[in-house]
T-cell receptor
Framework: KAGVTQTPRYLIKTRGQQVTLSCSPISGHRSVSWYQQTPGQGLQFLFEYFSETQRNKGNFPGRFSGRQFSNSRSEMNVSTLELGDSALYLC?????????????FGNGTRLTVT | QKEVEQDPGPLSVPEGAIVSLNCTYSNSAFQYFMWYRQYSRKGPELLMYTYSSGNKEDGRFTAQVDKSSKYISLFIRDSQPSDSATYLCAMYSSGGYNKLIFGAGTRLAVHP
């Protein structure tokens, strides 16, 4: 079974631009969540989607947004990029609606903002 | 104070050693506990998943959960150089909609 797939693997953007990252979950998984990983803050939760509905959101500004499609694939968007948005963005999928199932991660998208 | 505390290391051990990695947490609502291994330039790879107090073994790995002490551990037996990576503990509560709270990660180096 294929794992979580994230595209692209690497991105370089300049301040003020916007970016869209894509995530394809494991087949059959309907929960998709996004995390930001930085050396200083570690892994931080961005948001989670289940059946196209955002159910939970972390403490990030409104510039960070996402959506989920009917096939469970998800995208996240960051508008008006700042230097501090440089990070590894990770997507995770889970089988269960809430709990009782582990999260599986993709290899992430490395975003560099210059 | 962070919800999940994990010693960032680094931890350096000789090949064949038993490694003990630990996390403490403050939120008693956490019910599901995971250990991930992350190699450089890769995403976290799930190693162990538990949801009750006690021990769970999988090959050279043993996960231990003590909910009364809010303490979880991961033991690696017969450590190998290929185990050199960052180990992350993570947990979430029912009703949290799969929102994982991570420890800072412990960097492990196993030298031949």
């Amino acid at each position: 079974k294929a794992g979580v797939t994230q595209t692209p693997r690497y991105l370089i953007k300049t301040r003020g631009q916007q970016v869209t990252l894509s995530c394809s979950p494991i087949s059959g998984h309907r929960s998709v969540s996004w995390y930001q990983q930085t050396p200083g803050q570690g892994l931080q939760f961005l948001f989670e989607y289940f059946s196209e509905t955002q159910r939970n959101k972390g403490n990030f500004p409104g510039r960070f947004s996402g959506r989920q499609f009917s096939n469970s694939r998800s995208e996240m968007n960051v508008s008006t990029l700042e230097l501090g948005d440089s990070a590894l963005y990770l997507c995770a999928s889970s089988l269960a609606e809430d709990g009782n199932s582990p999260l599986h991660f993709g290899n992430g998208t490395r975003l560099t903002v210059t | 104070q962070k919800e999940v505390e994990q010693d960032p290391g680094p931890l350096s051990v000789p090949e064949g050693a038993i490694v003990s990695l630990n996390c403490t947490y403050s939120n008693s609502a956490f019910q599901y506990f995971m250990w991930y291994r992350q190699y450089s330039r890769k995403g976290p790879e799930l190693l162990m998943y538990t949801y009750s107090s006690g021990n769970k073994e999988d090959g050279r790995f043993t996960a231990q959960v003590d909910k009364s002490s809010k303490y979880i551990s991961l033991f690696i037996r017969d450590s190998q150089p290929s185990d050199s990576a960052t180990y992350l503990c993570a947990m979430y509560s029912s009703g949290g909609y799969n929102k994982l709270i991570f420890g800072a990660g412990t960097r492990l180096a196993v030298h031949p």
